[in-house]
């Protein structure tokens, strides 16, 4: 519907009372993450006789929502991470978000809810960044970013299970440091042996709340352990690696290729994995989509047969992978070698140079916002 009706245009109003210079200075020197927001936000409505209307750039602040919006009951949500970059001479750009947007179609044909055409969405950053530009962080604040956060949920006040006949699209943005904070730290991880994030069929591919609200408890007990995070593996034999709650997962291995698991319709096809996969080449790297066994994991970790494993994704961009525990055992596959392997830290420096306009753009990743 949103097709026929052309591209959506934006009713803007000013947040009358925008956090001050100092207030904002005192966010960027220590952003953290998700946990300040800018001091606006998009939001835009559709519903089934009239697609998508009423676009509009507004105040940060709460939504009102009737108890019985079907999305609290029924988790029809879908989101997108992505952020904008300061470069070197002050403009602000992105990283493919022509391919969050594409992505967010998939994700919402995945959820029942309506699809937001890849104009509407990048249009959607561009008014949130054009009226925040100063929420961007400066080019020399290291790894600094905006955070955009869009997402999409039923809204309608209606308890009947079927797809609603409202939905609402926000926007929102934070302000991000380096994700995991002081300095780039390996992690642990453990591999959730009981629980899976995602089956067949279900709704793993598709960036959706409902596959994170299934990774927690999983998360728990890998914390639990000791461990920062958790790898899940297939959900029919509990055999297969497939990514991390948030996270998808790479290895490097001593004859110089670059593997990450085969999309299998439960893993979600993350942007910086797709990116990654294309780097390769330039880096002497070959790549390869495949199953991969936990076994040939644990096994390679204890005989050091496993060159590097890091996880990616937007927030985080590259994290090394440092030890695997399980019910039973652990690895530390980082041997005498460096503490970040070498590997790791070429591919995350290549991403980051991109991004930032450090390096020539020669696969034209990058749509100015601002
Ligand atoms: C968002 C996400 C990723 C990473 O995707 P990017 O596009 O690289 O940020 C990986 N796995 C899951 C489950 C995700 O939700």
Redesign the pocket.
């Known amino acids: 519907m949103s097709a026929e009706m052309g591209p959506l245009s934006f009713a803007v109003s000013r947040n009358e009372r925008p956090r001050t210079e100092a207030e904002r200075a005192e966010v960027l020197a220590d952003p953290g993450f998700g946990k300040v927001f800018s001091d606006h936000m998009v939001l835009a409505t559709w519903s089934k006789d009239r697609g998508w209307h009423d676009a509009q750039v507004r105040p940060y602040g709460p939504l009102s929502l009737m108890p019985s919006a079907a999305v609290l009951h029924y988790a029809q949500e879908v989101f997108e991470?992505?952020k904008a970059y300061r470069h070197a001479d002050g403009s602000i750009w992105s990283f493919r978000p022509e391919?969050?947007a594409q992505?967010l179609q998939r994700s919402c044909r995945r959820l029942a809810l309506p699809e937001l055409s890849v104009e509407d969405f990048v249009a959607s950053l561009r008014e949130l960044v054009a009226i925040d530009h100063q929420w961007v962080p400066p080019a020399d604040s290291g790894e600094m970013s905006l955070y955009l956060r869009p997402f999409m949920f039923a809204s309608e006040a209606f308890l009947g299970v079927r797809p609603a006949d409202v939905v609402t699209y926000c926007v929102i943005a934070s302000p991000a440091g380096a994700y995991f904070g002081a300095g780039l730290k390996p992690v642990t991880l453990w591999v959730s042996q009981d629980y899976a994030?995602a089956g067949e069929g279900g709704t793993g591919a598709a960036?959706c709340g409902g596959?994170?609200a299934s990774s927690l408890a999983g998360q728990l007990e890998g914390i639990g352990h000791g461990c920062d995070q958790a790898v899940f593996l297939d959900s029919a034999t509990h055999t297969y690696v497939e990514?991390?709650?948030?996270?998808?997962l790479f290895f490097v291995t001593d004859d110089h290729k670059l593997v990450t698991p085969e999309l299998t319709g439960t893993?979600?096809e993350?942007?910086?994995?797709s990116s990654i996969l294309e780097l390769a080449k330039e880096l002497g790297l070959e790549p390869e989509e495949r199953r991969i066994e936990i076994d040939e994991w644990k096994d390679a970790a204890r005989s050091k047969g496993l060159r590097e494993v890091f996880a990616?994704?937007?927030?985080a961009v590259i994290t090394p992978v440092g030890e695997l525990r399980w019910d039973g055992g652990s690895a530390d596959h980082r041997g005498d070698g460096p503490a970040i392997g070498e590997v790791t830290m070429t591919i995350r420096e290549r991403l980051l140079d991109i991004q930032y306009g450090r390096a020539e753009d020669t696969h034209g990743w990058l749509t100015r916002l601002a």
Do not use: D, H
């Open positions: 991470g992505l391919a969050n992505r994030r960036k596959n994170y990514e991390l709650g948030g996270m998808n893993i979600l993350g942007v910086t994995r990616c994704g937007t927030a």
